[in-house]
């Protein structure tokens, strides 16, 4: 877990950026884009302290399933916040307590769930899943795995993500040569360039990404997919990440796999 990672947020713009411009900017820019990365406390603790606030305040509505869902994703295990909130309970109240603990149950036995998944896809394949891609996070819709299988000579990382997962359009640029290989090796993914159908791949499949085409992939919605990405040597070589890939060309790509 990257204790270090940069908190960013959309949801008041895409929400209430047309009605409540002010609000979202304040919402967006200040309190995630500044308050949640003064430094001082990790994030982990930080989604603890909200949880337990709002918690306090007897709020246990969506806002809290957000920040509960936000605490499992920055580490909080099922221990600690089951110990967090009976804690809290003898001073803020027993029955804010259960209403926690309603929704706590629910996205940690998601976790299990999730957890059993994984489990299961890395005994599928031949090569590690790896850590949580935290570095990358922020050009990824959805959680990734990233696993180092060699450095040298032509540098060879797993990528796995989870049902649903995808990472952002971009480009490998280079002056000569550059550009990438995939290989799956377990699930089922998809890749697409832009202007061109999606390609749903299985293992065994390998796509060829030239240096300068604009390009995403990732796993369908139902299974994990997992693939070898090879960087191809080359000169002046860099990677540009550009925007998410939107539902609407997701959905469509992921149409070609059902």
Request: proline letters at 0%; one cysteine or more; aromatic letters at 6%.
């Given at each position: 877990m990257n204790m270090n990672q940069k908190i960013t947020q959309d949801a008041g713009r895409k929400q209430l950026g047309d009605f409540a411009p002010d609000f979202a900017h304040f919402n967006d820019d200040v309190l995630f884009g500044e308050n949640w990365n003064i430094p001082g406390i990790d994030l982990k603790t930080r989604c603890l302290l909200t949880v337990i606030t709002l918690m306090a305040q007897g709020i246990t509505d969506s806002s809290l399933v957000y920040h509960l869902e936000n605490a499992k994703n920055h580490g909080v295990s099922k221990e600690e916040i089951v110990a967090a909130v009976t804690h809290v309970a003898f001073y803020a109240g027993w029955p804010k307590a259960w209403a926690v603990f309603r929704l706590a149950k629910e996205v940690w036995s998601e976790q299990a769930a999730s957890e059993e998944a994984k489990a299961q896809h890395q005994a599928s394949i031949i090569f590690p899943i790896g850590e949580p891609n935290d570095a990358y996070a922020q050009y990824f819709t959805g959680q990734s795995y990233l696993a180092s299988i060699t450095d040298e000579q032509i540098p060879v990382h797993n990528v796995t993500f989870e049902p649903g997962c995808r990472?952002?359009?971009?480009?490998?640029?280079?002056?000569?040569?550059?550009?990438?290989?995939?290989?799956?090796?377990?699930?089922?993914?998809?890749?697409?360039?832009?202007?061109?159908?999606?390609?749903v791949m299985h293992p065994g499949d390998c796509v060829n990404i030239p240096a300068g085409v604009k390009h995403w992939h990732g796993a369908t919605k139902d299974h994990w997919f997992s693939h070898l990405a090879m960087a191809v040597p080359g000169e002046d070589t860099s990677n540009e990440w550009l925007e998410k890939v939107s539902e609407e060309d997701y959905l469509a790509a992921q149409s070609l796999s059902e």
């Open positions: 990472n952002n359009w971009h480009i490998h640029h280079a002056k000569s040569g550059g550009a990438q290989m995939l290989i799956c090796v377990g699930g089922i993914g998809i890749y697409q360039e832009e202007g061109k159908e999606a390609v």
